[in-house]
């Protein structure tokens, strides 16, 4: 196995241990600068401090051309990006909200605002995944873990979904973000069966050979880490249910 590939995956163990403790450092200044289809401002949109969230008709016109079910996604990315604040946990803290937390609390991290965009969607969208994994930050050359949602226009294109863009630019071309990081998957559960686990969460809790299926290079080393995940997302299910039946 060569220097380079070995290296990859020792920055894949840190990326995943930093996933299981971790200050989470997913803040604005490692986001992507985004991707502007349309005028984000204008007499279109509510002008700021009006009390209401922000409206784009462009930006959804947009989002209805390039993706099947785009205003779903329009409206799920809307009620994130100006409704739900950027929040840090303390150092050494990983405690995953349910949606119906992040909702409440109008806060939340990466993997916190996710799940909730992932909860917006359902049940009439299927396509789509939530990705855990790294980022290489090219500019300042930085490693950190984080958690996306992705998924392909009506063209086949891979688009990243980036809710705390803060903007109508958070909708993002994959070739964009290359420019400035490089993404590592280490897990990605399509959308369809992160509905069945939020839905039916008790069913997983014994299905770890599931989730070591999706380890990136199926490298063993990974797969604490990955059952780590696979615990963490069951117990949040297992909350949201209970929530539910409030």
Request: charged share 15%; net charge negative.
């Given at each position: 196995m060569s220097i380079k590939k070995n290296n990859l995956i020792v920055i894949?163990?840190?990326?995943?241990?930093?996933?299981?403790?971790k200050n989470d450092i997913c803040i604005s200044d490692q986001q992507p600068k985004g991707y502007y289809p349309v005028p984000s401002k204008g007499a279109f949109c509510n002008p700021p401090n009006s009390g209401k969230l922000p409206q784009n008709p462009l930006y959804k016109e947009w989002c209805n051309e390039m993706f099947n079910n785009g205003s779903l996604i329009y409206e799920a990315y809307r009620q994130i990006a100006f409704r739900i604040v950027y929040t840090p946990e303390p150092p050494k803290v990983d405690l995953w909200q349910t949606p119906f937390e992040t909702?409440?609390?109008?806060?939340?991290d990466c993997e916190d605002a996710i799940l909730l965009f992932h909860q917006l969607l359902t049940p009439h969208y299927k396509e789509g995944e939530i990705i855990w994994g790294f980022v290489h930050n090219?500019?300042?050359?930085?490693?950190?873990?984080?958690?996306?949602f992705?998924?392909?226009?009506?063209?086949?294109?891979?688009?990243?979904?980036?809710p705390f863009a803060g903007d109508w630019n958070g909708i993002i071309p994959i070739e964009i973000i290359a420019k400035n990081e490089v993404r590592q998957k280490i897990i990605g559960i399509p959308n369809d069966i992160?509905?069945?686990?939020?839905?039916?969460?008790?069913?997983?809790?014994?299905?770890?050979d599931f989730f070591i299926k999706q380890v990136a290079m199926h490298d063993m080393r990974l797969i604490k880490q990955v059952d780590d995940v696979l615990t963490k997302l069951v117990n949040v299910s297992l909350r949201f249910k209970r929530q539910q039946h409030r």
């Open positions: 894949c163990l840190l990326a995943l241990v930093l996933l299981g403790a909702i409440s609390i109008n806060g939340g090219l500019i300042n050359q930085t490693f950190y873990p984080h958690v996306w992705q998924l392909n226009d009506i063209d086949g294109n891979l688009y990243i979904i980036e992160i509905s069945d686990i939020m839905n039916s969460p008790s069913k997983y809790k014994n299905m770890k």
